[in-house]
């Protein structure tokens, strides 16, 4: 059967909530050293408190406007700054807290020069190679100290710095602030003068480009003879219809000239009738012809003046002739001047047209041009009025930040609190009481409580005996087993007499229907109470009219034989075979009890301990006694304990509170169910129950038997 569960079986933890009561007991048993921990705690708070420096902490407030207004009206296209929000706030607290705030503070108060910033207090002023270090410890420091938060959600920032000096954190404060706004407005200021400058770069070059655009222009005009492209075209259309009229009448002129002179060779022209010179020879003419008819029929052909006559007819038709030639070349001639006016005039409208034709030709590169110098006009006026605008903001920035109000002096130091040194006093006591009840739980060894020790082994707890040095003040003896068993005896009803009655109910011993006649009283380790334990319930239950007999097997220590004086006899010689036990047996007067002891200076035989023999001896022993209790020795230490523990009905496993490991407890169960031990169950032995009064679950007992009757 296996001894972790055998007749009880292994519990385990119960799971759940935090275990209050538990905790409660812990403080309980631990309050001393809690209270030396809490107490040390608040004397080094009080300590702390009256050997700290005061400190003075100065406070200013500046906010952020949620729209920044222009001081010099611009026009409504200039895009306007975007509206103050909480991630504006937030990175205006990072710029607060910037080494390039805390070096303008530095700067303005020259605090490179002052005892504890620029160089420690027990130090002498720095000279002047070192006066960059100094520059820059003090720039730690007091960006180190700025203390920059918002207020809440709102728009506003507190600017804070504790100091040992109330005037000092204040002008600090109050510098830091004033730096912030500057900084804002020299930033905002060479913003503007850069814009302004780079603006003027731009516009010389536009400048230029405008001047050139217009320049090429001009010379394009020049090397085109164009003028204006639109004026050109109409004056053009103009001339043309001009010339296209006049053409068309000097081919009518043309044709009415060709038609004369057609007319004119064979002289039937008007110019030629109408002509007076002609007319005039034509009546001359007449006048002579008329004048040879009537010669002629007076006087007949042979007249002689017919003669002159016919030679003045013939001048007169000579000269008809030559006038009427005359007149005919000069038709033909003006025929031929019209004609050549006509073929000048097409001539010329041809030109014109050509004329009009490489204009337009020209007037798309001259368009071309024309718009290259008009957007270098338009570009060149907006980029004026932007620099127009630039030049007059200058001087006129201001940031979108303003003081709320200044710190005052402080009057009153911030620090050291004596509420804030008590509270961390007290924080801390608890931390390390927390750490010292942790480590002595961590170094405490064994079980505190039967329920732990139930728990922890798996076996019951028949009894819980108390430590008699803590009843009564602490008069008992600790040391002595016979002692601890006369005040059993002597104090029947107390704690420690109701344990081994607990005992003896649970075994049954003295009754028809017992369950051990034989009850191995063992333990893992030395110095656990076992003798105490087990001479105790030998005594007490002889001292009821039992026949017991106590048998001592720890054949190193003696326990139970040193307290009485033996005989010459013992049990080694038993069971060697050269005794009777009856013979080595010693009788307790008190209460009749029967002891087996073994004598001092004899070498027993080991291995006689786990022989047969020594089962035999028990057996007698057991028919002839109603109880045999075996003080056998430690199981860890001597292997013959796990002989005799399974010689045994029963047997008693003693733990001793808070001093035995459970892992070793464990072992040693282990090596009892191996060796085929009934344990009956667990003695929770030489228990504190004062202590245990303060811890344990089972308070009530405790409490009720801690002062027991003398």
């Not at 209270?35 to 100065?58: C, N, Q, R």
């Not at 107390?494 to 075994?507: A, H, Y």
């Not at 490991?661 to 090596?671: F, I, K, Q, S, Y």
Request: net charge negative; glycine share 6%; hydrophobic share 40%.
């Amino acid at each position: 059967m296996d001894a972790l569960t055998s007749n009880f079986g292994r519990r385990a933890p119960e799971p759940g909530l935090i275990d209050i009561r538990g905790i409660a007991g812990i403080i309980r048993r631990r309050a001393l050293p809690i209270a030396l921990v809490m107490g040390i705690a608040f004397f080094g708070a009080i300590l702390a408190y009256t050997m700290a420096s005061p400190t003075y902490s100065a406070t200013a407030h500046v906010a952020i406007e949620r729209q920044v207004e222009d001081v010099v009206p611009m026009d409504s296209t200039r895009e306007r700054p975007v509206m103050t929000d909480s991630s504006t706030v937030d990175t205006e607290v990072q710029i607060l807290r910037s080494p390039t705030i805390a070096a303008g503070v530095v700067d303005r108060l020259d605090l490179a020069q002052r005892e504890g910033f620029g160089f420690p207090a027990d130090a002498s002023p720095p000279a002047a190679e070192a006066l960059p270090a100094a520059r820059a410890r003090a720039i730690d420091v007091v960006r180190n100290g700025l203390d920059v938060k918002r207020e809440g959600t709102s728009y506003a920032i507190a600017i804070s710095f504790p100091w040992g000096d109330p005037q000092t954190s204040t002008e600090i404060v109050n510098t830091a602030a004033q730096v912030y706004l500057d900084s804002q407005t020299q930033g905002l200021s060479a913003q503007t003068n850069k814009q302004v400058a780079l603006l003027a770069e731009r516009l010389e070059m536009l400048r230029d480009d405008v001047q050139q655009a217009e320049a090429d222009v001009a010379s394009y005009r020049d090397q085109t003879n164009l003028v204006d492209i639109y004026n050109d075209n109409g004056n053009a259309q103009q001339q043309i219809a001009t010339i296209n009229g006049m053409r068309a009448q000097a081919r009518s002129e043309q044709a009415a000239a060709a038609s004369r002179a057609a007319s004119g060779q064979s002289g039937d022209v008007a110019e030629i009738l109408d002509s007076p010179v002609i007319n005039q020879l034509r009546t001359e003419e007449a006048r002579l012809l008329a004048k040879q008819a009537s010669m002629s029929v007076r006087y007949g052909p042979n007249y002689p003046e017919m003669t002159p006559l016919s030679e003045e007819l013939a001048v007169v038709r000579s000269k008809i002739a030559e006038e009427t030639g005359r007149l005919s070349r000069s038709l033909v001639s003006e025929a031929r001047a019209v004609g050549s006016k006509a073929g000048s005039l097409s001539g010329s409208v041809g030109e014109v047209i050509g004329n009009v034709r490489a204009g337009n030709r020209a007037s798309v590169r001259l368009a071309e041009l024309e718009r290259n110098a008009e957007a270098a006009r338009v570009l060149y006026s907006a980029m004026l009025e932007r620099y127009r605008q630039a030049v007059a903001t200058q001087g006129t920035e201001r940031g979108n930040a303003y003081i709320v109000s200044l710190a005052p002096i402080p009057r009153a130091a911030t620090s050291p609190n004596l509420t804030v040194y008590l509270l961390v006093g007290l924080l801390a006591g608890l931390a390390g009481a927390a750490m010292i009840v942790l480590l002595l739980e961590m170094l405490e060894r064994g079980v505190r409580t039967r329920r732990e020790l139930e728990t922890s082994l798996g076996v019951p707890v028949l009894a819980s005996a108390p430590d008699l040095a803590t009843v009564n003040g602490g008069s008992h003896s600790v040391h002595a087993p016979l002692a601890a068993s006369d005040y059993a005896l002597t104090n029947s009803g107390s704690l420690f007499g109701e344990t081994f009655r607990s005992i003896r109910t649970t075994l049954r011993i003295g009754r028809g229907d017992r369950d051990a006649r034989t009850v191995a009283v063992i333990s893992s380790i030395p110095h656990e109470g076992k003798t105490t334990v087990a001479l105790t319930l030998a005594r007490t239950t002889a001292k009821l009219g039992q026949r017991v007999v106590l048998v001592d097997c720890d054949e190193r220590q003696r326990g139970s034989s040193r307290e009485f004086r033996t005989g010459p006899v013992g049990l080694a010689q038993v069971l060697a075979g050269t005794a009777h036990f009856e013979d080595a047996l010693i009788t307790d007067e008190e209460t009749g009890l029967s002891v087996l002891p073994q004598l001092r200076g004899e070498s027993p035989d080991y291995d006689m301990f786990a022989s047969d023999r020594m089962q035999q001896l028990i057996d007698t022993l057991a028919d002839s006694f109603d109880l045999v209790v075996i003080d056998t020795a430690p199981v860890l230490q001597i292997a013959e304990a796990r002989a005799l523990a399974a010689m045994a009905d029963k047997t008693l496993f003693v733990v001793r509170w808070r001093d035995t490991p459970v892992h070793t407890a464990r072992m040693a169960l282990d090596l009892l169910e191996r060796s085929g031990a009934d344990v009956a169950g667990a003695v929770l032995n030489m228990v504190d129950i004062r202590a245990q009064a303060k811890s344990s679950a089972e308070t009530h007992l405790y409490r009720e038997y801690e002062k027991e009757p003398a």
